[in-house]
T-cell receptor, first 111, second 113 residues
């Protein structure tokens, strides 16, 4: 298996622009997580899906952030409008039996 | 509420010496415990987990961890460190049956040649 796939790997955008991050989980995994990692805040859980249904979105910072999982093999995290404080590495992870498998991350820079 | 503490931001050890990276947790009920490693510019990689059974858990790359219920600890250990073990290590804990773990802040392990 190719593991969790994320795209793009790097994204540089200007404040106010819309950003869409993409994730393809490992085939057969039924749980998907979106995280954000910064030096200041460490690793933060943004949202958790189980069987394509959002179960816990309490970590989503504000209404500018939204996430979807239209099917078992694809998820998106959208930021609209983006702000400089959104700059971070965003990870997607999938899971079947508690342990999580992380993608390589998307490094987002908002100028 | 769940919480995980990794009391050391950084651990330094000489190559060939044993290493320990500390983790304590607070969860309700039986804990599910995990260790992950993150190399520079990479995602976190699963090392090992404790769900139930033997208190000493063996994982990838020669790492092991010991579950201590009375001390609510789950320290990561390796008998002989390698320079290539240098990385950021994360402990995570969840309440039994929960799929949402809480991660610690991470400990930077530096192994000196």
């Amino acid at each position: 298996d190719a593991g969790v796939i994320q795209s793009p790997r790097h994204e540089v955008t200007e404040m106010g622009q819309e950003v869409t991050l993409r994730c393809k989980p490992i085939s057969g995994h039924n749980s998907l997580f979106w995280y954000r990692q910064t030096m200041m805040r460490g690793l933060e859980l943004l949202i958790y899906f189980n069987n394509n249904v959002p179960i816990d979105d309490s970590g989503m910072p504000e209404d500018r952030f939204s996430a979807k999982m239209p099917n078992a093999s694809f998820s998106t995290l959208k930021i609209q409008p983006s702000e400089p404080r959104d700059s971070a590495v965003y990870f997607c992870a999938s899971s079947l039996n508690y342990e999580q498998y992380f993608g390589p991350g998307t490094r987002l820079t908002v100028t | 509420a769940q919480s995980v503490a990794q009391p050391e931001d950084q651990v330094n050890v000489a190559e060939g010496n044993p290493l320990t990276v500390k983790c304590t947790y607070s969860v309700s009920g039986n804990p599910y415990l995990f260790w992950y490693v993150q190399y520079p510019n990479r995602g976190l990689q699963f090392l090992l987990k404790y769900i139930t059974g033997d208190n000493l858990v063996k994982g990838s790359y020669g790492f092991e961890a010991e579950f201590n219920k009375s001390q609510t600890s789950f320290h990561l250990k390796k008998p002989s460190a390698l320079v290539s073990d240098s990385a950021l290590y994360f402990c995570a804990a969840a309440s039994g049956g929960s799929y949402i773990p809480t991660f610690g802040r991470g400990t930077s392990l530096i192994v000196h040649p």
